[in-house]
């Protein structure tokens, strides 16, 4: 067959943590699949490199409990097949207002998907952290067993290590320009021809875009006319010393939970594990940006100083909060929503090519439950998961939902990290 060597049942296009999960699931199920990612494997320029995203079964919205719960066991059925360890695990703390909805939310998830968990007042919270954690005094917090880090960078490349050992096929430095019907006659029937800036022709029978931030960028191009809002936001991780004599009372090592916070601001973290001595305090949000120009600054200055207090009062002065120490940059892919988008491209693709983006600062947890229900989309045309809150149609309701402006700084009040 003359264009054999790059005939492909399915073509994925990006190599984060989805694409790399999707390649994995399609590969394993006996599909010639091709992984293909613009950048060098493992880049910084996406949402999926780094030291630690955090992995919590704690959320307001009822569907996103479950994906949870079954993306864990197969963080652990990953860790299995690998040998190592990408997933640390420890509690879960979430703290807020008495009063706040989407804490209560959180309570009442836990409670109808049979997670455990304790709601604490600010002086159980004394006691249970050993005077390490402090709340106002109409705040409590939800602990729960099932939290923990993920280490991202490590985590992608063991799906691509398992996508190739399934026989998969991955190509770095392939920028995908165009996704086009096939045109010519095929026995297959069908099928999408995607082009690389560099040259290259590549036929699947299927394709998966998981772009990331360049979702939008990328669909544009693919379908005219084609607009959906999901808004790339340079967000900034902040590193902040622990004080001489403390750093295992705040280390994973020590016991210490992932954490976030439901006040004023959506403030989250992790554990002291990568940066010995330093621990990850955060805020979610960032800048809007255009994914090829970014400005790969640190997080506005009224924004810090909120952090800054947070810190203090949180963690009773044991956290250094002047600066941070160590300052990284990534990728947001807001949606209005903050929901995923996963669905059909549809139009002339129909059910050939399936898109998963959005993932609104939130998604790494979920990546090898979104690889798995990416196989199913794309090679049976049905998930296992209720899909309604993560389609292309919602958004013709909801343009703007509740992402909120903060100075140039976009700021979410809805789902932390
Ligand atoms: C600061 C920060 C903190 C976060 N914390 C958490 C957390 O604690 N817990 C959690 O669960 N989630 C967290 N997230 C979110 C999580 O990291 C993302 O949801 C997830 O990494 C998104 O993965 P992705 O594969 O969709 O995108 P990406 O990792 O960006 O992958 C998309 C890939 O597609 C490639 N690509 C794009 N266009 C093309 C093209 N035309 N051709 C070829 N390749 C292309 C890109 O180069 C990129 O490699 C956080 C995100 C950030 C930025």
Known sequence: MENSGNEFDVIVVGAGIMGSCAAYQT????????????????????????????IRATYPEPYYADMVLQSSLLWEEAQLEIGYTVYYKTRQLDVGPSDDKSLLAVI????????????????????????KVALPQNWVAVVTELGGVIKPTKAVSTFQTLALRNGAVLKDNMEVCAITRREEDNAAGGGVLACTANGEKF????CVVTAGAWTKKLLEKVTAGFDIPIQPLEA???????????????????????????GKLYVYGTPSLEYPGLIKVALHGGWSCDPDKRRWSMSSEPALAQLREWIRET?????????????????????????????FLGGEFGKDVVVAGGFSGHGFKMGPVVGRVLADLVLDGVAGVDMKHFTFARFKDNPRGNVKEFGDQVLSHSNPT
């Open 203 to 206: 036929y699947g029978k299927k």
């Open 108 to 131: 009442d998830n836990c409670r109808s998907n049979s997670i455990e968990f304790r709601v604490l007042d600010h002086s159980q919270v004394v006691e249970e952290f050993s005077g």
């Open 236 to 262: 900034t991780v902040c590193y902040w010393r622990i004080k001489e004599g403390f750093e295992m009372d705040y280390s994973i090592q020590g016991g210490f939970p992932t954490f976030a916070s439901y």
């Open 27 to 54: 590969a394993k199920r006996g599909h010639k699949t091709l992984l293909l990612e613009q950048f060098d494997f493992l880049h910084h320029r996406g949402s999926s490199h780094g030291e630690s995203r955090t």
């Open 315 to 343: 963690f009773v002065g044991r956290v250094e909060s002047d600066v941070p120490v160590v300052t990284q940059s990534c990728m947001y892919s807001m949606t209005p929503d903050e929901d995923f988008v996963i669905d």
